[in-house]
């Protein structure tokens, strides 16, 4: 099975800074690779899929890379409202979908 | 805007059957494979099954395979997930999302709670 990483598991930013977030599979999963936000209490949503598309709605400051066994998830200028865990997953072959552990991200 | 409205969770016994439903709007139902995704309480995501388009195809997560039930009425469009010898390690908020097989999650469901406790 391929198992998915993420490091940093938690981090805290200045308002501001530039964040980055690395997930890595233990296998190539080409591009199928997509990226979550959870808000405390609220329901995953969707940032990135497909490596680095940008799901219609998030800012541009949300940004994916990426291909193959390790991908990068980077928030420009990190906002109030961006304090969440970020889960990474796959989703090509069997078993089906796997989810990172997730990254928590605060404010500093 | 795609909606998702999960129901049927509650409080069972350890060993006993709960069904939860996802009824889907706003979108062409049959055109998509659905997933069910847990979260345990303090915990991260965890995958649990996932149908194709027109219910073919279906797949589960080790820590379910041979409990739970995956399936889907594209004339009601909604999706099951049947769940039976419910253990502790069940508890968890249920989520349904459009996607899967292949495909990211993009629409998400509000989640429905499952409590097993004796």
């Known amino acids: 099975d391929i198992q998915m990483t993420q490091s940093p598991s938690s981090l805290s930013a200045s308002l501001g800074d530039r964040v980055t977030i690395t997930c890595r599979a233990s296998?190539?999963?080409?591009?199928?690779l997509a990226w979550y936000q959870q808000k405390p209490g609220k329901v995953p949503k969707l940032l990135i899929y497909a490596a680095s598309t940008l799901q219609s709605g998030v800012p541009s400051r949300f940004s994916g890379s990426g291909s193959g066994t390790d991908f990068t998830l980077t928030i420009n200028s990190l906002q109030p409202e961006d304090v969440a865990t970020y889960y990474c997953?796959?989703?090509?072959?069997?078993?089906?979908?796997?989810f990172g552990p997730g990254t928590r991200v605060d404010i500093k | 805007e795609v909606q998702l409205l999960e129901s049927g969770g509650g409080l069972v016994q350890p060993g006993g059957s709960l069904r939860l439903s996802c009824a889907a709007s706003?979108?062409?139902?049959?055109?998509?494979?659905m997933t069910w995704v847990r979260q345990a309480p303090g915990k991260g995501l965890e995958w649990v099954s996932c149908i194709s388009s027109r219910g073919d195809n279906t797949y589960y997560a080790d820590s379910v395979r041979g409990r739970f039930t995956v399936s889907r009425d594209n004339s009601k469009n909604t999706l099951y997930l049947q769940m039976s010898s419910l253990r502790d390690e069940d508890t968890a908020v249920y989520y349904c999302a459009r996607g899967g097989d292949y495909r990211h999650l993009d629409y998400w469901g509000q989640g429905t709670l499952v409590t097993v406790s004796s």
């Open positions: 296998q190539d999963i080409s591009n199928y």
């Open positions: 706003r979108f062409t139902f049959s055109d998509y494979g």
């Open positions: 997953q796959k989703y090509n072959s069997a078993p089906r979908i796997t």
